[in-house]
């Protein structure tokens, strides 16, 4: 900035250096934002109450057209109203997580092998699950069930037998909210956003035993 000041009346050199200018102050702010990405993914994983505070810290800055207010479609138009916006984001996380599995990785244990979970696997899969994660939108928290022991090992395992048996998820259960934030300051492009899941932690608890 200084050597570009000092050449005002050269039009050609000024210009030169005016787009270093510009460019550095592009490349310091994009890595300002990807620290502060860095930061809230941590925050999500040790402190996720603080996590909420930092992801509002970081996206008021941006007054501009941005993932907050305005969207871009498929074709490269411009969405600004908020119903068509919430559309844009679900067709765009419907992409993002398709599944493309062949028919023959959905097949569950229980058409396999006939075996119900077990209390002991829930017991086991309760304690591995990590403390001070946020809520999903049942906001039920894992130190709830946690903390309810025995009754709350007992309560889960009905729950994720019955689940096992019907062969799918309770509406409530299957819901997660997302939280996007952009990689670049004013971006409009989805593909450009970090996603967070919040999902229920009586899930979380279940696809353990599942997966395993």
Known sequence: MNERRKVKN??????KLDREV??????AKETLLNNQCQEIEELEKKKPQLMHTKIKETTRKYKTCSSANCIEANNGTIIMEKE???ERWKEYICELFEDNRPPEYLVTRKEKENLPILKEEIVKAIKSMPKGKAAGPDEVYIELIQALDDLGAEWMTK??????EEGHFPTDMSRSVFITFPKKAGTTKCELHRTLSLMSHMTKVTLKILLQ
Do not use: D, G
């Open 159 to 164: 729950i994720a037998n019955k689940i096992y």
């Open 10 to 15: 050269n039009i050609t050199a000024y210009k």
């Open 22 to 27: 510009r460019n550095a102050c592009q490349k």
């Open 84 to 86: 068509k916006v919430l």
